[in-house]
């Protein structure tokens, strides 16, 4: 190990679980507010579910966002439609749900609000003045539940078309397009969304004129190559100066959340494998895992092991992708053609275990798909040997050269504080100097185990945010010899009735084990009714999946929270007086891919 | 071979729904010619064949892409798959210089009229290839919010399967689409000939491997690399 690796190192073990600190913050609450304000609610969820009322709401985030040791992200806010839902019993009366998701460095814990809201009254204020990354987190509920913010700064669609009709997260909207009349797309309907889609400033309360200029408005994207897919930004433009910018998303929605409603248990873990696309097996996890603790299975160490390895082949994959789409960027043409080139050596090791490149979808529900094939240790070997030297290559390469370093150092800068403001997490909120890393602070899979430091960097900038993968290649690289040196013998499944797909040697034995087998094949498991959620350090940041079950082979609700969707939110706040070649930079750094936004 | 004509001017069937050119089947313009006369049809021919060699060797795509599917297709621009071996490696930012047109993603309902427009901002000769299951009929994503099938409203030249097509995959379709090519029929100018774009009617893929891959009854096993 370098000098400069020994200077990464974190303090790591020190973490203080979640479930410890979580009681006094009820009992808190409780003490501040008085008992009827809040309703505790038991969930799997592994922090503290409480039921505010709805004029109650604003106080009490106040209070949790300014307390002693502050919940100071808002991690996740969205809603529930609950009019279905059976399994209620003991919760506060309410046809949708609100929930608020704060999370809590100092303190390593989250808390989660619910707001009950009747069907009639389908209003609540807006909390984005408290919380500013609330803004699009309350646009994507009034779009997909048409629930109202009142006082909301802009309130508008964010997912679907402006022109769209109806809430698609509602349980009396129909999920299928083929349900729908096949699309058609007329003369007359493509200027119609045309012209919907034409950015009109003062709507966003943006001024035409400045002092001495007249501003002009370029639009960038949907389709614009450093876009990085499906993404639109509009950039109120001084000449070369981004005076405002406003980000345009739901260009690539394909309602995942809607689709886990019809989904099994079992047959939506594909879709999650399109969440991150780039981050395939890793997005398997954090939805496994949150399965498991609703269907209570404890999975075996070599299990644990064997999704850690791939998990972790995926962040080196999708970094690497950063990597040369980030230099691309910035104008250098052949870093890319380098690091595919790892990616290729990448696949080949993924192949040849889970029998696809991108999307595998290999992780099940109590463990994986199949045992390790014979020989996976020479391969993973021979990647671990070789990507050492690429990385100190790229180091080099790269990042020593002064274009790069020029573009990027100190732009598009931001502080720990405002990452946290606005929901920031992963590599980019680690740029900034906080060592917040899941693995270490919350380990999962048995992470705990494993020998390996957590990078950070001091400027929170577009280099950091460059060399900061770098870093996480190098602690990949080491974990996967770590699993390489000490894979745990064992099943790579667990030994419980819920896993999928069931046995099949079980299956063979008699008429009842054939029908019970094939129940839980055609229809699969049945979970009991009960929340859960799970997150994981994704490869763009934390990642989670918060599921509902209300006792059925399919979700009730599943909430995916991404990334990527509050990075893209922070943009207009880093940008303002940047130039138009940092807002390229800045894009290239953050790492998002358009399916981790929109989903 | 048979053909499908393609009229630009719609007419009034075009009934202003896209796409919106007029298509029939016809049989190969080339062979009527080479009956009325047989040194000017000659001469068409050799021409013809040699622009379509020229435009089939030099396609710039176009660079767009909508989701996963567009990551396995810059897999096949880098060096390990190398697409410059098909002449299709400068790619164009702009839909104004660009060839063809690869629908790499999933279409959705609020990105088809961006799709849409794009496609008309290309020049002609163009052409699109629908890559992934996606594009080619919703995919996995009966959804709501997705096109089922980007062929509701674009013309489709190739089809590749897949869920990403591997890059491998993507290259088999951009050497069917130059295939393709080869055999077409376009105007030589504007003052030349009939001036309607003949696309000849290429075999199809999954019959012509049918035979070869219900052949194969035992797969590997995944126990071993
Ligand atoms: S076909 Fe599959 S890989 Fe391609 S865009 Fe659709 S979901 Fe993604």
Redesign the pocket.
């Known amino acids: 190990m370098t000098a400069a690796d020994e200077s990464l190192i974190s303090n790591a073990g020190a973490a203080e679980t979640p479930a410890a600190s979580s009681a006094d913050v009820v009992a808190e609450l409780a003490r501040q507010f008085g008992d009827g304000a809040v309703t505790p609610q038991t969930t799997l969820t592994g922090m503290p579910v409480i039921w505010v009322p709805r004029d109650r709401l604003r106080d009490v985030l106040v209070y949790l966002r300014d307390v002693s040791r502050p919940f100071s992200m808002l991690y996740d806010l969205s809603a529930v439609d609950e009019r279905l839902r059976t399994h209620r019993r003991g919760l506060p009366p309410s046809d949708f749900t609100v929930f608020y998701q704060l999370l809590s460095v100092e303190r390593n814990a989250d808390i989660l609000l619910k707001v009950a809201l009747a069907e009639r009254d389908l209003s609540l204020p807006s909390v984005s003045d408290i919380f500013v990354n609330a803004n699009w987190y309350e646009r994507e509920v009034f779009d997909l539940f048409g629930i109202d913010f009142a006082g909301h700064p802009h309130l508008t669609r964010i997912m679907m078309p402006p022109t769209w009709h109806g809430h698609p997260l509602r349980k009396d909207y129909s999920a299928r397009a083929t349900e729908f009349d096949p699309y058609t797309l007329t003369v007359k309907g493509q200027e119609v969304e045309q012209e919907a889609l034409r950015f009109d400033p003062e709507a966003w309360g943006m001024q035409r004129q400045g002092e001495e200029t007249e501003f002009m408005f370029l639009n960038l994207g949907p389709n614009h190559p450093s876009a990085h897919g499906a993404f639109r930004i509009v950039l109120q433009l001084d000449g070369e100066e981004v005076v405002d910018c406003v980000p345009d998303i739901g260009y690539h929605h394909?309602g995942a959340e809607k689709m886990a409603e019809r989904q099994s248990w079992h047959s939506f873990i594909p879709y999650t494998d399109?969440i991150d696309?780039t981050g395939g097996v890793m997005n398997n996890l954090p939805y496994v895992m949150a399965v498991e603790k609703l269907a209570g299975i404890t999975v075996t160490d070599r299990a644990k092991t064997i999704r850690v390895m791939m998990a972790e082949m995926f962040r080196i994959n999708s970094h690497l992708l950063f990597l040369g789409t980030y230099l691309q960027d910035l104008g250098a043409m052949t870093p890319v053609f380098f690091t595919f080139t790892d990616r290729q050596k990448a696949y080949e090791v993924i192949e040849a275990i889970t029998g696809f490149r991108?999307?595998p979808a290999w992780y099940r529900i109590g463990g994986t798909a199949h045992d390790l094939p014979k020989g996976w240790d020479k391969l993973v070997q021979g990647f671990v040997d070789w990507m050492p030297k690429r990385l100190a290559e790229y180091e080099k390469a790269m990042m020593d050269n002064a274009i790069v370093r020029d573009r990027t150092k100190h732009v598009a800068a931001f502080t720990t504080q405002e990452a946290l403001d606005w929901g920031v997490t992963g590599p980019n909120l680690r740029a900034t100097g906080l060592d917040f890393d899941l693995r270490k602070k919350r380990p999962y899979s048995g992470y705990e185990n494993f020998d390996f430091e957590v990078p950070t960097a001091v400027n929170g900038d577009a280099f950091d945010r460059g060399m900061m993968r770098i870093e996480e290649m190098r602690q990949s690289v080491r974990i996967l010899q770590q699993c390489v040196d000490h894979m745990p013998a064992g099943d790579y499944k667990a030994d419980h009735p819920l896993t999928t797909p069931p046995p099949r040697e079980k299956m063979l034995q008699h008429i009842e084990t054939l029908i019970t087998h094939f129940l839980q094949v055609s229809w699969g498991p049945v979970l009991p009714a009960n929340e859960s959620l799970q997150m994981v350090e994704a490869t763009k940041g934390i990642n989670s999946y918060y599921l509902t079950s209300d006792g059925s082979t399919m979700s009730y609700r599943t909430r995916i929270r991404t990334p990527s969707f509050p990075h893209l939110q922070q943009i207009p706040a880093v940008m303002r007086g940047g130039f138009v070649p940092d807002l390229i930079a800045h894009l290239g750094s953050i790492d998002f891919v358009m399916?981790d936004v929109d989903r | 071979m048979q053909y499908t004509l393609t009229r630009a001017e719609g007419g009034e069937s075009a009934a202003d729904r896209y796409p919106l050119d007029q298509r029939q089947r016809v049989d190969d313009p080339m062979s009527e010619q080479v009956h009325r006369n047989l040194f000017m049809g000659k001469l068409e021919d050799v021409l013809s064949s040699a622009v379509n060699w020229g435009r089939k060797n030099s396609l710039w795509p176009y660079n767009f892409g909508?989701?996963?599917?567009?990551?396995?297709m810059t897999t096949a621009f880098t060096a390990p798959h190398d697409v410059a071996r098909f002449g299709a490696e400068v790619i164009r930012a702009s839909p104004r210089q660009a060839d063809f047109m690869v629908i790499?993603?999933?279409c959705f309902i609020k990105m088809a009229p961006v799709i849409q427009q794009l496609y008309d901002q290309m020049l002609e000769p163009k052409w699109v290839i629908s890559?992934?299951?996606?594009?080619?009929s919703g995919?996995?994503?009966d959804i709501y919010s997705v096109v089922q099938g980007v062929d509701k409203f674009l013309p489709i030249d190739v089809y590749v399967p897949?869920?990403?097509?591997r890059p491998e995959a993507f290259l088999q379709g951009l050497q069917l689409l130059q295939d393709s090519i080869q055999e077409e029929r376009r105007p030589l100018s504007w003052v030349v000939g009939d001036q309607g774009v003949y696309r000849a009617e290429m075999p199809s893929q999954r019959e012509k491997h049918r035979d070869r891959r219900i052949a194969a009854t035992e797969l590997r096993t995944p126990d071993s690399i």
């Open positions: 394909r399109r696309y991108m999307h399916a | 909508l989701s996963c599917c567009y990551v396995e790499a993603g999933t890559m992934g299951s996606c594009a080619n995919g996995m994503y897949g869920c990403p097509p």
